[in-house]
């Protein structure tokens, strides 16, 4: 069923733990995630962010990821993920996607305070949730521009959110999107300063590559919601190699199966992890 991220989220913090958001590029990966929700009694995100628009137009993906929520029986929302423009953004809540991210972290800081803050009201018109980022998570969500990580300073991601009082605030402690060059060396200390002072759930970006053992830290410290792009793809690309080496795709739907089945993966080792399974 499709349901307000606020919804998964305040369970997930009431409950102590995390929900994916996961993102998708076609139907496969779609079908693929939510078999792994149903399977493990989960709650999920499915999300697209703008810069991957160019391969998967909105008005196609945007319409399937709402129908495939709701045609789940676990509680699925569906999330616009790095929104830079408004027009886009506005597209993705007129499509049904009850939630959308603004991200205004390059921006200074009281303009990403108050484009956050308008995109905000303007996802209240349809009943839709916001999530602001404050400080940089390094990389980009398409791998096309390396930004250095710029930690989240505790006491502006408490102006920040005093300000916007989205629903859900992404941070910046060590995480990058895309493939750790080297393993990751998470910042707690200041995850720690943060969650005390907002109430909102924290989100972490660029899930990718973070080990099992900093994803279970972070629950614990403070983050309810967890983003992963690139494992998805790694996961799916991995699945039809492997499906041709043991020479097991001899046409087009076995290379359909193997495609929702690397997305399955990847799905439950996650959720699993996350500790969200039969939270749905
Ligand atoms: P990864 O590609 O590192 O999993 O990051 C995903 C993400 O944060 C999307 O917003």
Known sequence: MLVKMSELLSKAQKEKYAVGSFSVANMEIIIGILNAVEKTGSPAILQIAEVRLNHSPLDIIGPMMVAAAKSSPMPVAVHFDHGK????????????????????SHLPFDENCSQTKKIKTLAEKYSACCEGEIGWVGGSEDGSEDIAVNCTSPAQAKEFFEKTRVDALAVAIGNAHGNYKHAPNLRFDILNQITPLISAPLVLHGGTGISPDDFRKCIKYGIHK????????????????QAYQSKSINGYYDLHTAEIQGAYNNAMRHIEIFGCAGKG
Request: charged share 25%; proline share 0%; hydrophobic share 40%.
């Open 85 to 104: 423009t408004e027009e886009k953004i506005k597209s993705a809540l007129e499509i049904g996607f009850t939630s959308v991210m603004f991200d205004g």
């Open 226 to 241: 967890i983003n992963i792009a690139t494992a998805t793809f790694d996961s799916v690309e991995q699945s039809v190699r």
